[in-house]
């Protein structure tokens, strides 16, 4: 059974810092596109920060050159660096891998991590 757990969330003044951390676990043959979202309050949730299975990547507007979505070298991990932060950067992150297991190729998701910027 595949499982993601998240860490890294908490609160953070503007213009702070923090790197969310995802690791998967359990029989896992491949992992191809991994992202990262978020959800705030009332609002939809988003995509913040994607890597394709051919390893481009993308980036919301409101993020683009704040945050930086990478692989572990364990390849199970991926990260978000978040720079700069914002007010509106609240929400709750969550992680998304597309993985291949013996029986399925399927997306699982994080349980979520809050994050909370103060202004």
């Known amino acids: 059974q595949v499982q993601l757990v998240e860490s890294g969330g908490g609160l953070v003044q503007a213009g702070g810092s923090l790197r969310l951390s995802c690791a998967a676990s359990?029989?896992?043959?491949?992992?191809?596109?991994i992202g990262w979202y978020r959800q705030a309050p009332g609002k939809q949730r988003e995509l913040v920060a994607a890597?394709?299975?051919?390893?481009?990547?993308n980036y919301a507007d409101s993020v683009k050159g704040r945050f930086t979505i990478s692989r572990g070298n364990a390849k199970n991990t991926m990260y978000l660096q978040m720079n700069s932060l914002k007010p509106e950067d609240t929400a709750v992150y969550y992680c998304?891998?597309?993985?291949?297991?013996?029986?399925?190729?399927?997306?699982?998701w994080g349980q979520g991590t809050q994050v909370t910027v103060s202004s």
């Open positions: 998304n891998m597309d993985i291949v297991t013996m029986t399925r190729n399927r997306d699982y």
């Open positions: 890597i394709r299975s051919d390893s481009s990547t």
């Open positions: 359990g029989s896992i043959f491949s992992i191809n596109a």
